[in-house]
């Protein structure tokens, strides 16, 4: 999984998965779940993310693999 943040747009993408999105669906203002063409979600799009969610402390907690941190 990745998270994915663009300063110029004010948009967060989580990417779940390598695969290309085949549908994506608006189930919020400014908020798409992208999907395969399995109908797998492979990531959430949210636009004006800085106004949604606190982008300044990203938790993650229990996860059972190691973490990659990238500073921007």
Avoid: H, Q
Avoid at 27 to 47: A, F, H, K, Q, R
Wanted: hydrophobic share 40%.
């Amino acid at each position: 999984m990745r998270l994915k943040y663009y300063r110029d747009t004010d948009s967060l993408y989580i990417d779940f998965s390598s695969k290309p999105s085949a549908e994506s669906r608006e189930i919020s203002e400014g908020i798409m779940l992208d999907y395969d063409t399995d109908g797998n979600l492979v990531g959430i799009d949210i636009d004006n993310a800085s106004r949604k969610i606190d982008l300044k402390e990203v938790i993650l907690s229990k996860l059972p693999a190691e973490v990659e941190a990238l500073i921007a």
